[in-house]
């Protein structure tokens, strides 16, 4: 039976470049797998004819000769049924599906264990690891700013080896498993799969007279105490990020970050929403109903004068602009809205409660509000009614 145009085979057009042959191989070879298609008994063939065209046509040399002489160019005189001309692809044609998968492999896993597949070394020193410390401010506090000290408990680098792990300073060895890869491969039937080398455990380096105090990781537990600036305006939510804070690296690599996360604790006098700040501010029935001036309190810990209007309801807010929180990335300061809370006297004396009836008597026409609600509450009885 005659061969497939290899291009036909990766679904790929004449003339495909390098990188839409890779693509084409790596679309067929998962369509294809045969562990993919247990009900297909071609799979495993139509998987290494797809393994033979990429193998051809990933290697310039061997595209040219295939685009000029086509399947006669590994044939006969011309290669010997191999590869290349020349030379033999072996396995009956079917090519080195081991080189030709792990190009792909590598493509796809490349940056596993940090570098391209193919290079030259794998991770000589592992970054530290991110730190989240959770700090609680005051209101005030986040109005003003502030400096804090903190301390963390983390990992920092071990001062008898300066990082390297081993004993005295000196400088770890090539692994010998890996070469200095970190990783290892091996060959599974028609696969090659690579995993973390054993010896290194992907570090790429191995450290013969490991430091007594650090047991070769380079670094040891330590609480640290750090000042931290927390500008004005922050919120619950905000996050400060100290570059290099974090945990250091293993073997003198990086040290993380350390990220704190700012909670701003409830206040017993505001709330706040974004920039503004609510006041909730009680006031006595008859200062609602003339009146007048009282006084509040600010964040700032000065006082501001409000004038209330006559006859103000509960629920009625007044601003008080530029006494909010200020900005912590542009804008303007925020207000402070102060809401009445109209208070019902309690505990009243019985003169009291005598200049009350006499001036419910007497406040029938005054009270708007609720002549309208009982006007209204009275046609809804009629209708019912009817």
């Not at 294809?32 to 004819?49: C, G, I, M, V």
């Not at 900005?327 to 009445?340: A, F, S």
């Given at each position: 039976?005659?061969?497939?145009?290899?291009y036909?085979?990766?679904?790929?057009?004449?003339?495909?470049?390098?990188?839409?042959?890779?693509?084409?191989?790596?679309?067929?070879?998962?369509e294809?797998?045969?562990?993919?298609?247990?009900?297909?008994?071609?799979?495993?063939?139509?998987?290494?004819?797809a393994?033979?065209?990429?193998?051809?046509?990933?290697?310039?040399?061997?595209?040219?000769?295939?685009?000029?002489?086509g399947?006669a160019?590994?044939?006969?005189?011309?290669?010997?049924?191999?590869?290349?001309?020349?030379?033999?692809m072996?396995?009956?044609?079917?090519?080195?599906?081991?080189?030709?998968?792990?190009?792909?492999?590598?493509?796809?896993?490349?940056?596993?264990?940090?570098?391209?597949?193919?290079?030259?070394?794998?991770?000589?020193?592992?970054?530290?690891?991110?730190?989240?410390?959770?700090?609680s401010?005051?209101l005030?506090d986040?109005?003003?700013?502030?400096?804090?000290?903190?301390?963390?408990?983390?990992?920092?680098?071990?001062?008898?080896?300066?990082?390297?792990?081993?004993?005295?300073?000196?400088?770890?060895?090539?692994?010998?498993?890996?070469?200095?890869?970190?990783?290892?491969?091996?060959?599974?039937?028609?696969f090659?799969?690579?995993?973390?080398?054993?010896t290194?455990?992907g570090?790429?380096?191995?450290?013969?007279?490991?430091?007594?105090?650090?047991?070769?990781?380079?670094?040891t537990?330590k609480?640290?105490?750090?000042?931290?600036?927390?500008?004005?305006?922050?919120?619950t939510?905000?996050?400060?990020?100290?570059?290099?804070?974090?945990?250091?690296?293993m073997?003198?690599?990086?040290?993380g970050?350390l990220y704190?996360f700012?909670?701003?604790?409830?206040?017993?006098?505001?709330?706040?929403?974004?920039?503004n700040?609510?006041?909730?501010?009680?006031v006595?029935?008859?200062?609602?109903?003339?009146?007048g001036?009282?006084?509040?309190?600010?964040?700032?810990?000065g006082?501001?004068?409000?004038?209330?209007?006559?006859?103000?309801?509960s629920?009625?807010?007044m601003?008080?602009?530029?006494?909010?929180?200020p900005?912590?990335?542009?804008?303007?300061?925020?207000?402070?809205?102060?809401?009445?809370a109209?208070?019902?006297?309690?505990?009243?004396?019985?003169r009291?409660?005598?200049?009350?009836?006499?001036?419910?008597?007497?406040?029938?026409?005054?009270?708007p509000?609720?002549?309208?609600?009982?006007?209204?509450?009275?046609?809804?009885?009629?209708?019912?009614?009817g």
């Open positions: 039976m005659a061969k497939r145009d290899y036909e085979v990766l679904g790929v057009a004449k003339g495909a470049s390098a990188d839409e042959i890779k693509k084409g191989f790596r679309t067929k070879a998962k294809l797998h045969p562990d993919r298609n247990a009900d297909n008994p071609n799979a495993e063939a139509q998987f290494k004819e393994n033979e065209a990429y193998d051809v046509l990933k290697a310039p040399d061997k595209k040219a000769a295939y685009d000029r002489y399947h160019a590994f044939e006969g005189g011309m290669g010997g049924g191999g590869g290349r001309p020349g030379g033999g072996g396995g009956g044609g079917h090519g080195d599906f081991g080189s030709a998968f792990s190009d792909v492999f590598d493509d796809l896993f490349g940056d596993f264990m940090g570098q391209r597949g193919g290079g030259g070394g794998g991770r000589r020193a592992a970054r530290g690891a991110d730190l989240r410390f959770n700090l401010i005051t005030e986040a109005f003003a700013g502030m400096q804090k000290s903190i301390s963390v408990p983390t990992s920092v680098q071990c001062d008898d080896c300066s990082g390297s792990g081993a004993e005295g300073g000196a400088e770890p060895t090539t692994c010998p498993t890996c070469s200095g890869m970190g990783k290892v491969r091996a060959q599974q039937g028609f090659t799969v690579e995993r973390t080398c054993p290194c455990s570090m790429g380096q191995i450290v013969k007279n490991p430091c007594k105090t650090c047991r070769g990781a380079g670094r537990k609480e640290r105490t750090l000042s931290v600036n927390i500008p004005a305006g922050v919120e939510g905000t996050r400060i990020r100290l570059s290099g804070e974090g945990e250091a690296g073997r003198g690599g990086p040290a970050d704190i700012i909670e701003v604790a409830e206040h017993e006098l505001f709330d706040r929403d974004g920039p700040l609510f006041c909730r501010v009680p006595s029935m008859s200062t609602a109903a003339l009146g001036n009282i006084e509040v309190p600010t964040i700032d810990g006082r501001g004068r409000v004038q209330i209007p006559s006859g103000s309801q629920g009625r807010q601003r008080l602009r530029g006494k909010g929180m900005p912590l990335r542009g804008g303007g300061v925020g207000d402070m809205i102060i809401e009445l109209v208070e019902t006297p309690v505990n009243l004396t019985s009291q409660k005598e200049l009350l009836k006499e001036f419910e008597d007497l406040s029938s026409e005054n009270n509000e609720s002549s309208s609600f009982f006007s209204n509450v009275k046609s809804f009885w009629d209708s019912m009614k």
